[in-house]
T-cell receptor, first 108, second 113 residues
Framework: RKEVEQDPGPFNVPEGATVAFNCTYS??????FFWYRQDCRKEPKLLMS???SGNEDGRFTAQLNRASQYISLLIRDSKLSDSATYLC?????????FGTGTRLKVLA | DADVTQTPRNRITKTGKRIMLECSQT?????MYWYRQDPGLGLRLIYY???????NKGEISDGYSVSRQAQAKFSLSLESAIPNQTALYFC????????????FGPGTRLTVL
Protein backbone atom coordinates (compact mmCIF):
# COMPACT_ATOMS: atom_id res chain seq x y z
CA ARG A 1 0.00 0.00 0.00
CA LYS A 2 1.37 3.42 -0.91
CA GLU A 3 1.98 5.83 1.96
CA VAL A 4 0.05 8.57 0.19
CA GLU A 5 -2.67 7.67 -2.28
CA GLN A 6 -4.50 9.82 -4.77
CA ASP A 7 -6.89 9.14 -7.62
CA PRO A 8 -4.77 9.89 -10.71
CA GLY A 9 -7.74 11.16 -12.71
CA PRO A 10 -7.95 12.87 -15.08
CA PHE A 11 -10.86 14.89 -13.82
CA ASN A 12 -12.35 16.70 -16.82
CA VAL A 13 -14.66 19.47 -15.69
CA PRO A 14 -16.29 22.47 -17.41
CA GLU A 15 -15.32 26.00 -16.50
CA GLY A 16 -17.18 27.18 -13.45
CA ALA A 17 -17.60 23.72 -11.98
CA THR A 18 -16.70 22.70 -8.45
CA VAL A 19 -14.29 19.80 -8.17
CA ALA A 20 -12.96 17.93 -5.15
CA PHE A 21 -9.89 15.75 -4.71
CA ASN A 22 -9.17 13.40 -1.87
CA CYS A 23 -5.93 11.94 -0.64
CA THR A 24 -5.35 9.26 2.00
CA TYR A 25 -2.21 8.65 4.02
CA SER A 26 -1.17 5.59 5.96
CA UNK A 27 1.12 6.90 8.71
CA UNK A 28 -0.89 8.25 11.62
CA UNK A 29 2.25 9.98 12.95
CA UNK A 30 2.30 12.35 9.96
CA UNK A 31 2.68 15.91 11.13
CA UNK A 32 2.15 18.30 8.23
CA PHE A 33 0.06 18.30 5.11
CA PHE A 34 0.17 20.21 1.86
CA TRP A 35 -1.33 20.52 -1.58
CA TYR A 36 1.11 21.36 -4.35
CA ARG A 37 0.31 22.23 -7.92
CA GLN A 38 2.48 20.97 -10.76
CA ASP A 39 2.19 22.12 -14.34
CA CYS A 40 3.43 19.85 -17.09
CA ARG A 41 7.22 19.31 -16.85
CA LYS A 42 7.60 22.07 -14.27
CA GLU A 43 8.43 22.10 -10.60
CA PRO A 44 5.81 21.54 -7.90
CA LYS A 45 4.68 24.76 -6.24
CA LEU A 46 2.89 25.06 -2.95
CA LEU A 47 -0.82 25.68 -3.35
CA MET A 48 -1.68 25.59 0.32
CA SER A 49 -0.86 24.01 3.61
CA UNK A 50 -3.61 22.00 5.25
CA UNK A 51 -4.62 22.46 8.86
CA UNK A 52 -6.87 20.45 11.13
CA SER A 53 -9.29 23.34 11.35
CA GLY A 54 -9.51 23.55 7.56
CA ASN A 55 -8.37 26.53 5.56
CA GLU A 56 -9.51 28.52 2.60
CA ASP A 57 -7.66 30.62 0.06
CA GLY A 58 -9.98 32.25 -2.43
CA ARG A 59 -11.59 29.52 -4.50
CA PHE A 60 -9.57 26.78 -2.81
CA THR A 61 -10.50 25.01 0.41
CA ALA A 62 -8.42 22.31 2.07
CA GLN A 63 -9.43 20.05 4.91
CA LEU A 64 -7.71 17.46 7.04
CA ASN A 65 -9.39 14.55 8.78
CA ARG A 66 -6.82 13.00 11.10
CA ALA A 67 -9.16 10.31 12.40
CA SER A 68 -9.78 8.95 8.90
CA GLN A 69 -6.36 9.97 7.63
CA TYR A 70 -7.43 11.86 4.57
CA ILE A 71 -6.94 15.29 3.10
CA SER A 72 -9.22 17.02 0.66
CA LEU A 73 -8.99 19.92 -1.76
CA LEU A 74 -12.06 21.69 -3.11
CA ILE A 75 -11.83 24.04 -6.07
CA ARG A 76 -14.83 26.25 -6.71
CA ASP A 77 -15.62 28.13 -9.93
CA SER A 78 -12.91 26.29 -11.89
CA LYS A 79 -10.85 28.30 -14.36
CA LEU A 80 -9.00 27.10 -17.43
CA SER A 81 -5.81 28.09 -15.64
CA ASP A 82 -6.54 25.58 -12.87
CA SER A 83 -5.65 22.76 -15.29
CA ALA A 84 -2.66 21.04 -13.71
CA THR A 85 -1.68 18.08 -11.57
CA TYR A 86 -2.37 18.43 -7.85
CA LEU A 87 0.03 16.66 -5.52
CA CYS A 88 -0.89 15.66 -2.00
CA UNK A 89 2.17 15.85 0.28
CA UNK A 90 2.52 14.57 3.82
CA UNK A 91 5.33 15.61 6.14
CA UNK A 92 6.86 13.14 8.60
CA UNK A 93 9.73 14.83 10.40
CA UNK A 94 12.41 15.52 7.79
CA UNK A 95 10.58 13.51 5.13
CA UNK A 96 7.98 14.71 2.68
CA UNK A 97 5.95 11.90 1.11
CA PHE A 98 4.38 12.71 -2.23
CA GLY A 99 1.28 11.28 -3.79
CA THR A 100 1.43 10.55 -7.50
CA GLY A 101 -0.91 13.43 -8.22
CA THR A 102 -4.40 14.01 -9.55
CA ARG A 103 -4.72 15.50 -13.01
CA LEU A 104 -7.32 18.19 -13.56
CA LYS A 105 -8.46 19.46 -16.95
CA VAL A 106 -10.82 22.39 -17.01
CA LEU A 107 -12.66 22.57 -20.30
CA ALA A 108 -13.98 25.69 -22.02
CA ASP B 1 15.90 35.69 -9.74
CA ALA B 2 14.77 32.20 -8.76
CA ASP B 3 15.45 31.13 -5.18
CA VAL B 4 16.41 27.58 -6.17
CA THR B 5 18.27 27.02 -9.43
CA GLN B 6 19.39 23.87 -11.17
CA THR B 7 21.90 23.27 -13.95
CA PRO B 8 21.74 21.92 -16.53
CA ARG B 9 18.03 22.12 -17.34
CA ASN B 10 18.26 19.39 -19.96
CA ARG B 11 20.91 16.79 -20.60
CA ILE B 12 21.24 13.87 -22.94
CA THR B 13 24.05 11.46 -22.24
CA LYS B 14 25.17 7.93 -22.98
CA THR B 15 25.26 4.84 -20.82
CA GLY B 16 28.37 4.71 -18.65
CA LYS B 17 29.05 8.46 -18.60
CA ARG B 18 29.50 10.39 -15.36
CA ILE B 19 26.99 13.20 -14.92
CA MET B 20 26.71 15.93 -12.32
CA LEU B 21 23.56 17.90 -11.64
CA GLU B 22 23.95 21.08 -9.64
CA CYS B 23 21.61 22.91 -7.33
CA SER B 24 22.01 26.32 -5.72
CA GLN B 25 19.69 28.21 -3.39
CA THR B 26 19.47 31.72 -2.04
CA UNK B 27 16.78 31.01 0.58
CA UNK B 28 19.29 30.43 3.36
CA UNK B 29 17.76 27.05 4.13
CA UNK B 30 19.82 24.36 5.81
CA UNK B 31 17.94 21.40 4.36
CA MET B 32 18.37 20.35 0.77
CA TYR B 33 16.94 17.38 -1.09
CA TRP B 34 17.27 15.58 -4.41
CA TYR B 35 14.25 13.82 -5.94
CA ARG B 36 13.52 12.08 -9.17
CA GLN B 37 10.11 12.02 -10.80
CA ASP B 38 8.94 9.28 -13.12
CA PRO B 39 5.51 9.03 -14.74
CA GLY B 40 3.03 7.33 -12.43
CA LEU B 41 5.48 7.09 -9.53
CA GLY B 42 5.49 10.54 -8.03
CA LEU B 43 8.57 12.14 -6.52
CA ARG B 44 11.03 9.79 -4.84
CA LEU B 45 13.78 10.90 -2.49
CA ILE B 46 17.35 10.16 -3.58
CA TYR B 47 19.44 11.99 -0.95
CA TYR B 48 18.95 14.72 1.59
CA UNK B 49 21.23 16.93 3.65
CA UNK B 50 20.54 18.87 6.84
CA UNK B 51 23.78 20.83 6.70
CA UNK B 52 27.19 20.75 5.07
CA UNK B 53 28.39 17.89 7.26
CA UNK B 54 25.20 15.87 7.19
CA UNK B 55 24.33 13.70 4.15
CA ASN B 56 21.72 10.96 4.20
CA LYS B 57 20.43 8.39 1.76
CA GLY B 58 16.84 8.47 0.66
CA GLU B 59 14.73 5.63 -0.62
CA ILE B 60 16.47 5.24 -4.00
CA SER B 61 20.13 6.22 -3.51
CA ASP B 62 21.75 3.31 -5.39
CA GLY B 63 23.68 4.56 -8.42
CA TYR B 64 23.80 8.14 -7.10
CA SER B 65 26.12 10.18 -4.91
CA VAL B 66 25.93 13.74 -3.60
CA SER B 67 28.14 16.53 -2.38
CA ARG B 68 27.15 19.47 -0.17
CA GLN B 69 29.81 22.00 -1.05
CA ALA B 70 28.30 24.82 0.96
CA GLN B 71 25.02 25.65 2.65
CA ALA B 72 23.76 26.95 -0.68
CA LYS B 73 25.01 24.18 -2.98
CA PHE B 74 24.05 20.53 -3.29
CA SER B 75 25.20 18.43 -6.25
CA LEU B 76 23.95 15.06 -7.44
CA SER B 77 26.24 12.73 -9.40
CA LEU B 78 25.53 9.68 -11.47
CA GLU B 79 28.86 7.86 -11.51
CA SER B 80 27.97 5.63 -14.45
CA ALA B 81 24.65 6.55 -15.97
CA ILE B 82 22.21 3.86 -17.08
CA PRO B 83 19.01 4.20 -19.14
CA ASN B 84 16.66 3.62 -16.19
CA GLN B 85 18.04 6.80 -14.63
CA THR B 86 16.25 8.73 -17.35
CA ALA B 87 13.91 10.96 -15.37
CA LEU B 88 13.09 14.49 -14.24
CA TYR B 89 15.29 15.47 -11.29
CA PHE B 90 14.31 18.11 -8.77
CA CYS B 91 16.28 19.80 -6.05
CA UNK B 92 14.33 21.18 -3.09
CA UNK B 93 15.03 23.12 0.09
CA UNK B 94 13.28 23.63 3.38
CA UNK B 95 13.99 25.49 6.60
CA UNK B 96 13.29 22.39 8.68
CA UNK B 97 10.60 24.01 10.80
CA UNK B 98 7.62 21.75 11.44
CA UNK B 99 4.80 22.52 9.09
CA UNK B 100 6.88 24.49 6.62
CA UNK B 101 6.94 23.51 3.02
CA UNK B 102 9.65 22.66 0.52
CA UNK B 103 10.69 24.91 -2.34
CA PHE B 104 11.68 23.33 -5.62
CA GLY B 105 14.11 24.15 -8.36
CA PRO B 106 12.92 24.11 -11.98
CA GLY B 107 14.14 20.56 -12.59
CA THR B 108 16.67 18.83 -14.82
CA ARG B 109 15.42 16.57 -17.55
CA LEU B 110 18.00 13.81 -17.97
CA THR B 111 17.97 11.28 -20.78
CA VAL B 112 20.41 8.37 -20.73
CA LEU B 113 20.73 6.59 -24.08
Amino acid sequence: RKEVEQDPGPFNVPEGATVAFNCTYSNSASQSFFWYRQDCRKEPKLLMSVYSSGNEDGRFTAQLNRASQYISLLIRDSKLSDSATYLCVVGQGYKYIFGTGTRLKVLA
Amino acid sequence: DADVTQTPRNRITKTGKRIMLECSQTKGHDRMYWYRQDPGLGLRLIYYSFDVKDINKGEISDGYSVSRQAQAKFSLSLESAIPNQTALYFCATSDGLLGNEQFFGPGTRLTVL
